[in-house]
């Protein structure tokens, strides 16, 4: 069954939403062309190294949606969502699941050891389904 309109998704890395929302900017205003939803995500990691974030799913749900209110993206339907895990294939499986059209996220520049170890961009290029943006920080 074919959808009336896309679904964008935009995973968001909260630790270092701060000094870039390239890829943020870029999904909003590719959603904004072309009518499309756009989900805001952002992955938590398994284990905490804040031993302060007792709740971590709430912690970085309300972090992801202060990011949003910070950033707003008028005139798009924004979903907000929290994943725990590995960062790249919790963004393969979120799209895959959500059936998402296309993929809007940051890539660092790469080093010598991402070349070794592969990158998460590099990653959900390579596994994802759907189309992939990549925006440079």
Same mark, same amino acid.
């Given at each position: 069954?074919?959808?009336? $309109? @896309?679904?964008?998704? !935009?995973? %968001?890395?909260?630790?270092?939403?701060?000094? &870039?929302?390239?890829?943020?900017?870029?999904?909003?205003?590719?959603?904004?062309?072309?009518?499309?939803?756009? #989900?805001?995500?952002?992955?938590?990691?398994?284990?905490?190294?804040?031993? &302060? #974030?007792?709740?971590?799913?709430?912690?970085? =749900?309300?972090?992801?949606?202060?990011?949003?209110?910070?950033?707003?993206? @008028?005139? $798009?339907?924004?979903?907000?969502?929290?994943?725990?895990?590995?960062?790249?294939?919790? #963004?393969?499986?979120?799209? !895959?699941?959500?059936?998402?059209? $296309? #993929? %809007?996220?940051? =890539?660092?520049?790469?080093? %010598?050891?991402?070349?070794?170890?592969?990158?998460?961009?590099?990653?959900?290029?390579?596994?994802?389904? !759907?189309? $992939?943006?990549? %925006?440079?920080?």
């Amino acid at each position: 069954m074919a959808r009336d $309109v @896309e679904l964008l998704l !935009c995973p %968001v890395n909260l630790r270092h939403a701060e000094t &870039n929302t390239n890829a943020y900017d870029e999904a909003v205003a590719m959603a904004r062309r072309r009518n499309a939803r756009l #989900i805001v995500a952002t992955v938590a990691p398994e284990m905490e190294r804040n031993l &302060n #974030i007792r709740d971590s799913e709430a912690y970085w =749900s309300q972090q992801l949606a202060k990011f949003v209110k910070d950033n707003p993206a @008028e005139g $798009v339907e924004v979903e907000t969502i929290v994943r725990k895990g590995a960062v790249h294939r919790q #963004i393969v499986r979120l799209a !895959c699941e959500r059936k998402v059209d $296309v #993929i %809007v996220m940051n =890539s660092a520049n790469p080093k %010598v050891q991402d070349y070794l170890l592969g990158t998460t961009a590099s990653h959900v290029v390579t596994h994802a389904e !759907c189309s $992939v943006f990549v %925006v440079r920080a």
